[in-house]
């Protein structure tokens, strides 16, 4: 399809461990975005990639949390030594610009656990 | 700092009824935008409003934008179970922020 895809779907990991998130985003769409949300919870920032600007990584929780974007397309964020308040559903989003206003779209999102 | 207000933060209602919700901010955006998102998926679009004191409808659902471009609501007239989800809105400022969004429940 033609969305935002994220992988993997679901993610199971033991306290200490590295995981790596990714997202394929829209093909064309400049701009791309990391969430966190906990359960029942709204939207985190964590990382905003503008094309070839520097990241705005002002969201960051800590920096076991890094992410870059390759070639302008797909982005990974890394969790290093993970922690168990780090489970959350990580979205990503990228989006487009049209008469100065910025539309998001989003994937489904990466379900992560650490135990 | 840019923050997005949503209220209430939850929502139980009877299959039929009326409701708003709001979104409210001392900031000014460029536009503000409404997403819904169901249990196990991300947010999808609904709306986008740009100007002051824009209305737009979508079905049952009513998006407004304030005058000054601070604040909005989302009135859904005869709720169905449908309409459960989690209702997000977000700001394009600075860059894009969210609310911490309103979880809304239709009792069939």
């Known amino acids: 399809g033609a969305g935002v895809s994220q992988s993997p779907s679901n993610k199971v990991t033991e306290k200490g461990k590295d995981v790596e998130l990714r997202c394929d985003p829209i093909?064309?769409?400049?701009?791309l975005y990391w969430y966190r949300q906990s359960l029942g919870q709204g939207l985190e920032f964590l990382i905003y990639f503008q094309g070839n600007s520097a990241p705005d990584k002002s969201g960051l929780p800590s920096d076991r949390f890094s992410a870059e974007r390759t070639g302008g397309s797909v982005s990974t964020l890394t969790i290093q030594r993970t922690q168990q308040e780090d489970s959350a559903v990580y979205l990503c989003?990228?989006?487009?610009?049209?008469?100065?206003?910025?539309?998001?779209?989003f994937g489904p999102g990466t379900r992560l656990l650490v135990l | 700092t840019q923050l997005l207000e949503q209220s209430p933060q939850f929502l139980s209602i009877q299959e039929g009824e009326n409701l708003t919700v709001y979104c409210n901010s001392s900031s000014v955006f460029s536009s503000l935008q409404w997403y819904r998102q169901e249990p196990g998926e991300g947010p999808v679009l609904l709306v986008t409003v740009v100007t002051g004191g824009e209305v737009k409808k979508l079905k049952r659902l009513t998006f407004q934008f304030g005058d000054a471009r601070k604040d909005s609501s989302l009135h859904i007239t005869a709720a169905q179970p449908g309409d459960t989800g989690l209702y997000l809105c977000?700001?394009?400022?600075?860059?894009?922020?969210f609310g911490k969004g309103t979880r809304l429940h239709i009792l069939p």
């Open positions: 093909s064309g769409h400049t701009a």
């Open positions: 989003a990228s989006s487009f610009q049209r008469g100065g206003q910025e539309t998001q779209y």
């Open positions: 977000a700001g394009d400022g600075d860059k894009i922020i």
